[in-house]
Nanobody
Framework: QVQLVESGGGLVQPGGSLRLSCAAS????????MGWYRQAPGKQRELVAI???????NYADSAKGRFTISRYNAKNTVYLQMNSLKPEDTGVYYC??????????WGKGTLVTVSS
């Protein structure tokens, strides 16, 4: 079992920055990939960025050039640095982890609001 706890969300003006953190506990040594997803009210959840155990990353087109995903501490923690934020980035951001068996886990989410 893996537990994920997100932090770092909040209110920020357009053009500002936020850094989200996700701390994994439990059977975290079995994690082979982690990612960030976001969901706006009335819309489907979408992938923002992922990072695998070997360090490979992938980003949604809307995030490329503005967001950076990274992980430390033997994959126990993942970060999402978000720069040049836009109102369209508003939503609940969820941390996701995939373990070797293929099972995925979700955090409870952290709200990001980009507004002037």
């Amino acid at each position: 079992q893996v537990q994920l706890v997100e932090s770092g969300g909040g209110l920020v003006q357009p053009g500002g920055s936020l850094r989200l953190s996700c701390a994994a506990s439990g059977s975290s040594s079995s994690i082979n990939a982690m990612g960030w997803y976001r969901q706006a009210p009335g819309k489907q959840r979408e992938l923002v960025a992922i990072i695998t155990s070997d360090g490979a990353t992938n980003y949604a087109d809307s995030a490329k050039g503005r967001f950076t995903i990274s992980r430390y501490n033997a994959k126990n923690t993942v970060y999402l640095q978000m720069n040049s934020l836009k109102p369209e980035d508003t939503g609940v951001y969820y941390c996701n982890a995939r373990v070797n068996s293929g099972v995925t886990y979700w955090g409870k989410g952290t709200l990001v609001t980009v507004s002037s």
